[in-house]
């Protein structure tokens, strides 16, 4: 037998017949760390281990539907979304671009002039990830919305409703049902011009995929 600390005694006796206890506070601690270390390690174009590894473990950790309604999930979403907003409401670039991914199939393209959000959405499921008060504010940055499908993951209801109410713009295909969503046919893209929440027409270069 092996001498075990009190510390660790207690640590077992803790999650004793309590495996939920033990994964719910683990992922918590997981959680944290990735936070920190994404913090530590920004985006660049050719990310370090260290990031790589945060992102892989986030993966882990978010393909795991049981967390989407906890505490501890809800607390780090918040935090990384929020960070998102202030930049947002930060300055753009004065040169270049910036691309911002949301933990969904969500992005954001902002240059100087133009911010543009791609597939839009707070939910997963039935279960609301992004709390409306940051996808407000979010939405209240872009000057278009594009939607490229259907699908619930791509095209929230709730996220169009929040851009009409503010004059922005929402385009999509012909299958999005979405009260308020302007159609655009795939075949006309090559050519298609598309109005921001200005009234600026812009222009649509599509590219092969």
């Known amino acids: 037998m092996l001498p075990l600390p009190a510390a660790a005694q207690t640590y077992s006796w803790e999650y004793w017949r309590n495996p939920d206890g033990y994964l719910a506070d683990q992922t918590s601690v997981l959680l944290q760390q990735i936070d920190a270390t994404l913090l530590k390690h920004p985006p660049t174009a050719t990310p370090g281990a260290e990031r790589r590894l945060a992102l892989a473990a986030l993966d882990a950790v978010t393909h795991e539907p049981r967390w989407d309604t906890t505490e501890v999930m809800h607390a780090f979403l918040d935090r990384r979304i929020g960070r998102v907003v202030e930049a947002l409401e930060a300055p753009a670039p004065k040169r270049g671009f910036e691309v911002f991914k949301l933990y969904n199939d969500s992005f954001i393209v902002r240059t100087r002039s133009t911010t543009v959000g791609f597939d839009l959405c707070g939910t997963r499921g039935k279960n609301r990830i992004i709390p409306d008060s940051l996808l407000q504010r979010i939405v209240g940055r872009c000057d278009i919305l594009l939607i490229s499908h ?31 969503v302007q159609h655009v046919r795939q075949a006309d893209f090559a050519t298609v011009r598309l109005r921001d929440r200005t009234g600026r027409m812009l222009p649509v270069q599509p590219l092969p995929v």
């Not at 929040?162 to 012909?174: C, F, K, R, S, T």
Request: charged share 30%.
């Open 150 to 180: 259907k699908d619930p993951d791509h095209a929230d209801r709730r996220v169009v409703k929040m851009a009409l109410e503010q004059g922005i713009p929402v385009y999509g295909p012909e299958d999005c049902t979405l009260q308020g």
